[in-house]
T-cell receptor, first 115, second 115 residues
Framework: AQSVTQLGSHVSVSEGALVLLRCNYS??????LFWYVQYPNQGLQLLLK??????LVKGINGFEAEFKKSETSFHLTKPSAHMSDAAEYFC?????????????FGAGTRLAVHP | EPEVTQTPSHQVTQMGQEVILRCVPI?????FYWYRQILGQKVEFLVS????????KSEIFDDQFSVERPDGSNFTLKIRSTKLEDSAMYFC?????????????FGPGTRLTVT
């Protein structure tokens, strides 16, 4: 069965610092991978996705993620954190075992950005 | 920009009561999903729906749950007899295709509180 592990339930960075949110996956087939962001009292918004094209994926709001098959990782980065980046971030893998797409989510990482 | 909408935003009900959570997916989407997030836990898949029938359901989605697309726009989740452990945020999502690399668009969620 496919699964996602996000290391670090809480990450705190200074404004302007590098953001690194970790995601490792397990999958028996080449995966499709996603990062979603959830702002307080809002739904999940797609940041970026990996669908077997370029291994370095660029998303919205300056975020990017690199798919590393050898490490089964899909870590999310942003060179310079902004206060507005404070939110919860979810890594997800697409599971086609049932023949139809469903998302398997990690536990989430709450990002805090302080001045 | 088209979006998924959900009503109500917050529902409080007594244990044993029936609740219906409503969703309006993006109009040209064909695949519909329900997920839930118990407070402090990960987002979990409940059910996927395509062509007026359930395509996959999780172990959580037992006989107390049902889904319906009563007309061309709404997609509903019914819990027949609510339990305390049904308290969670319920997210509806839709996508244009069912294959793995396609984005699921999420609504803002309905917070269900069972007392």
């Amino acid at each position: 069965a496919q699964s996602v592990t996000q290391l670090g339930s809480h990450v705190s960075v200074s404004e302007g610092a590098l953001v690194l949110l970790r995601c490792n996956y397990s999958s028996s087939v080449p995966p499709y991978l996603f990062w979603y962001v959830q702002y307080p009292n809002q739904g999940l918004q797609l940041l970026l996705k990996y669908t077997s094209a370029a291994t370095l994926v660029k998303g919205i709001n300056g975020f990017e993620a690199e798919f590393k098959k050898s490490e089964t990782s899909f870590h999310l980065t942003k060179p310079s954190a902004h206060m507005s980046d404070a939110a919860e971030y979810f890594c997800a893998v697409s599971d086609l075992s049932g023949g139809y797409n469903k998302l398997i989510f990690g536990a989430g990482t709450r990002l805090a950005v302080h001045p | 920009e088209p979006e998924v909408t959900q009503t109500p935003s917050h529902q409080v009900t007594q244990m044993g009561q029936e609740v219906i959570l409503r969703c309006v997916p993006i109009s040209n989407h064909l695949y519909f999903y329900w997920y839930r997030q118990i407070l402090g836990q990960k987002v979990e898949f409940l059910v996927s729906f395509y062509n007026n029938e359930i395509s996959e359901k999780s172990e959580i989605f037992d006989d107390q749950f049902s889904v319906e697309r009563p007309d061309g726009s709404n997609f509903t989740l019914k819990i027949r007899s609510t339990k305390l452990e049904d308290s969670a945020m319920y997210f509806c999502a839709s996508s244009s295709k069912g294959s793995g690399g396609h984005e699921q668009y999420f609504g803002p969620g309905t917070r269900l509180t069972v007392t």
